[in-house]
């Protein structure tokens, strides 16, 4: 299994990502993420997502947010 802290420096590294590249502050950018379920499903799915790229789960995430009624 992977520890806690590994899960919580992943997703904390991928709001940064997610952040920097909408241009918008890391905790609009938690607020944003954690409306709309992006949040658990890094929690959910981090054993596959942590060996992709944060550019490819930056537009994952985002693609996940759009389906759920996010609008960047």
Not at 22 to 25: A, I, L
Not at 28 to 33: C, G, T, V
């Given at each position: 299994m992977f520890s806690v802290k590994d899960i919580a420096?992943?997703?904390v590294a991928?709001?940064?990502a997610f952040a920097s590249h909408?241009?918008?502050?890391e905790a609009?950018?938690?607020?944003?993420?954690s409306s709309y379920g992006a949040i658990?499903?890094?929690?959910?799915?981090?054993d596959v997502m942590h060996?992709?790229?944060f550019d490819d789960m930056v537009q994952s995430m985002?693609?996940?947010c759009r389906r759920n009624?996010?609008?960047?």
């Open positions: 420096e992943y997703i991928l709001i940064a909408y241009q918008m502050t609009e950018a938690y607020r944003y993420l658990k499903v890094a929690h959910d799915f981090y060996t992709q790229s985002a693609s996940y009624g996010g609008s960047l």
